[in-house]
């Protein structure tokens, strides 16, 4: 009897490893579809939200109007394709840089000023472009700023530069210890607060996401004096 005990154990023991492993790669699989549907949330609530700060009139209302409307779309598109199991659609073309940095800084200025920031645009990269997905480098260059805008300092510069054969786009604040205590209760930081109380760092993750698919890479320096993020993408020409 001991010994049939003993063989019912050892044969049922590769079944038990078996459903453990099982359920721990289920458990991955879960996890990392929750995170690629969260990002997907995430790249929609942005411009949903710049929607709803952008003024439908006026200097702010075109380019950046219509570039919340475009990346709205696409992440609706992406949420989609993630949902049932898809491949993300590609839209690699030609791409001028310098009016997606002029349209987000457009776009979100009205949001810094509500949080006592300021916003500055500074192109040094000549008539750089690169090859890429309109909308998701544009989305990348939104979850910069906002991120600037929410957690950094008061004066927020994006900054464009060409070294080597790599365009750098860098967004900086002064830090955070420069904040106006005012701030911290303006209207624009309880919406901000409101809308991101559930985020866990999607925004970045889009960021490096998408700087690894275009063949660039992201920076992320962080100190007292406040913060540089670093959006990198190789040159038209480069790869391609």
């Known amino acids: 009897m001991k010994l049939e005990l003993a063989q019912v154990v050892s044969s049922a023991w590769p079944l038990g490893v078996s459903l453990a492993a099982a359920g721990a790669a289920q458990a991955v699989y879960a996890g990392r579809r929750r995170n690629a549907l969260n990002e997907a ?23 950046a109007l219509e570039g919340s409307v475009q990346m709205a779309a696409a992440a609706l598109e992406r949420l989609e394709c993630e ?22 800084v457009a776009r979100w200025g009205s949001r810094a000023a509500r949080a006592g920031a300021v916003l500055r645009l500074r192109w040094r990269a000549g008539d750089a472009s690169v090859v890429g997905d309109r909308c998701a480098i544009g989305q990348a260059i939104d979850n910069l700023v906002v991120n600037a805008i929410e957690h950094g300092g008061p004066e927020i510069t994006v900054e464009a530069e060409v070294r080597s054969d790599r365009l750098l786009v860098a967004v900086r604040d ?13 209207p624009a930081e309880r919406f901000a607060r409101l809308l991101g109380r559930r985020r866990r760092g999607h925004g970045l993750r889009v960021v490096r996401r998408t700087a690894a698919e275009h063949g660039g890479g992201f920076l992320l320096r962080r100190s007292e004096q406040g913060a540089e993020a670093v ?10």
Request: charged share 20%; hydrophobic share 40%; aromatic share 0%.
């Open 174 to 186: 002064s830090g955070r210890g420069s904040r106006p205590v005012a701030r911290q209760e303006s």
């Open 41 to 63: 949330l995430h790249e929609l609530r942005r411009p949903v939200q710049a929607l709803a700060l952008v003024p439908g009139t006026g200097a702010a209302g075109g380019p």
């Open 231 to 240: 959006l990198e993408l190789p040159l038209r020409g480069v790869n391609s």
């Open 83 to 104: 949902i049932n199991g898809e491949g993300p659609p590609s839209a690699r073309a030609p791409l001028a840089v310098r009016p997606l940095l002029a349209a987000a």
